[in-house]
């Protein structure tokens, strides 16, 4: 299958400072990416949907000023988290979608822990 | 708005013998995917297997097959022959065709503890 890479896997903050995640596909165009965050022993949560050249379209309760989703190219979506907080540990996973495809490829995560 | 229930939190299975993980949603679209993921402890997604609504044969990939009864809105996984590297989280997923947003919906997941 395709692949999709995120950067960095794991992350630790202090809090008050801001972290980028990037999620990258390395062998295809994906025209939609998805960010999810799961915390631990729980399902993945979608936060938003990025299309690329296009703002994200945040799911209710992200907060889009805290969360910030860039989709500049058709392969690479980052995501930054502003002003950290210890509740925003997590794992943050992305995914990709091609265009005319339903398979959705996933970036192996990023373990973020803020101190 | 779609809706993806996966009952069994966890799940207790010998080695070799066949297992079903149950999953069941919900969706007012007529054109809609079914997924299963796999979530080892690494934290990695791999997928599985896809069943499309308009599928008429149940989708079979390997060891995985997919039981859809569609009047039911049932999507379950079947693993035949159950290994020890089986062990892992495994979430079902829904997903509208037609919705302009794509998104995927997961389910909560259940746990599969493969036994020697």
């Known amino acids: 299958g395709a692949v999709v890479s995120q950067h960095p896997s794991w992350v630790i903050c202090k809090s008050g400072t801001s972290v980028k995640i990037e999620c990258r596909s390395l062998?295809?165009?994906?025209?939609?990416m998805f960010w999810y965050r799961q915390f631990p022993k729980q399902s993945l949560m979608l936060m938003a949907t990025?299309?690329?050249?296009?703002?994200?379209?945040?799911e209710q309760g992200v907060e889009k000023d805290k969360f910030l989703i860039n989709h500049a190219s058709l392969t690479l979506s980052t995501l930054t988290v502003t002003s950290a907080h210890p509740e925003d540990s997590s794992f943050y996973i992305c995914?990709?979608?091609?265009?005319?495809?339903?398979?959705?490829?996933f970036g192996p995560g990023t373990r973020l822990t803020v101190t | 708005a779609q809706k993806i229930t996966q009952t069994q939190p966890g799940m207790f299975v010998q080695e070799k013998e066949a297992v079903t993980l149950d999953c069941t949603y919900d969706?007012?679209?007529?054109?809609?995917?079914l997924f299963w993921y796999k979530q080892p402890s690494s934290g990695e997604m791999i997928f599985l297997i896809y069943?499309?609504?308009?599928?008429?044969q149940n989708a079979t990939e390997g060891r995985y097959s997919l039981n859809f009864q569609k009047a039911r809105k049932s999507a379950n996984l079947v693993i035949s022959a159950s290994q020890l590297g089986d062990s892992a989280m495994y979430f079902c997923?829904?997903?509208?065709?037609?919705?302009?947003?794509?998104?995927?919906?997961f389910g909560k997941g259940t746990r599969l503890h493969i036994l020697p």
């Open positions: 995914s990709g979608v091609a265009l005319h495809s339903y398979e959705q490829y």
């Open positions: 062998d295809f165009q994906a025209t939609t």
């Open positions: 990025s299309n690329e050249g296009s703002k994200a379209t945040y």
């Open positions: 969706t007012s679209d007529q054109s809609y995917g």
């Open positions: 069943q499309g609504s308009y599928d008429e």
């Open positions: 997923a829904m997903r509208e065709l037609m919705n302009r947003d794509d998104k995927i919906i």
